[in-house]
């Protein structure tokens, strides 16, 4: 097993994850805050349609926010070996989506001074803003060291099976590794890199294999002389 590579997030994907995380967390603390100016300021018959603008501006902030940490995630995910730090860092978007309503939500119904339309209505229309926030913020499928490092012994065991170096090209705009470095969908582009598929991972977060250049590798093998 000494020739397993394990997935480790490169400085400038480390860089930019916290770029998002840093961005999520403000969209969080103005939605919380905004929340707060809502129960404290609009929860009243008079002032429901402010309130149930900034419910809705409140969502708007909580999915962003949410988009921004999975976007963070996948460039620098969490271990599975520990569970509560994977799950809490993994579904963090759905646990402050909810969050940002949920006290809203209860104080909503339970004010004695509210009209029943008014409960009815900007209660409602709460509640699936916080349904809709959680849902947006859950990562059904959210990446790990472990799953990073599976895909890339696997990519490169494709190679190995194809008798192709691990030396692989991709771009700066590109969603996919490259075994030839003229294949025509890299040839003209200024912004190649060269590396390990683990590198290709690491940096760009890429780990599909050209078509094109599988294609060509495999024509390649099949006309090799024994």
Known sequence: ??????????DESK?????????????????IALQFFAI?????????????????VILALAIVASMLWKKANKLDPASEKDKVKFFVQSQLGAIMGVL????????????????GKTKGIAGSIAVVAMLVAGISGVDFNPPS?????????KQTSVLKDMNVPDN?????????????????????????????????????GISE????????????????PE
């Not at 404290?40 to 809705?56: A, C, N, P």
């Not at 060291?145 to 012994?153: G, H, K, L, M």
Request: glycine letters at 2%; charged letters at 25%.
């Open 40 to 56: 404290f300021k609009l929860i009243s018959d008079e002032t429901m349609v402010w309130l149930i603008v900034v419910i809705v």
């Open 15 to 31: 860089a930019k994850a916290k770029q998002f995380r840093v961005f999520a967390f403000l969209a969080w603390i103005v939605a």
């Open 209 to 224: 294999l050209c078509k094109t250049c599988e294609k060509r590798a495999l024509d390649e093998n099949e006309n090799t």
């Open 100 to 115: 940002a309503f949920l006290p809203l939500v209860i104080l909503i119904f339970t004010n004695k001074d509210l009209s």
């Open 145 to 153: 060291v472990e799953q990073y490092t599976e895909e890339i012994n």
């Open 1 to 10: 097993m000494s020739d397993q590579k394990v997935f480790v997030a490169s």
């Open 168 to 204: 692989v090209h991709w771009t700066s705009a590109g969603n996919k590794y490259h075994i030839y470095e003229d294949c025509y969908h890299i040839a003209n582009r200024d912004n190649k890199t060269t590396g390990t598929v683990k590198q290709s991972f690491e940096q760009r």
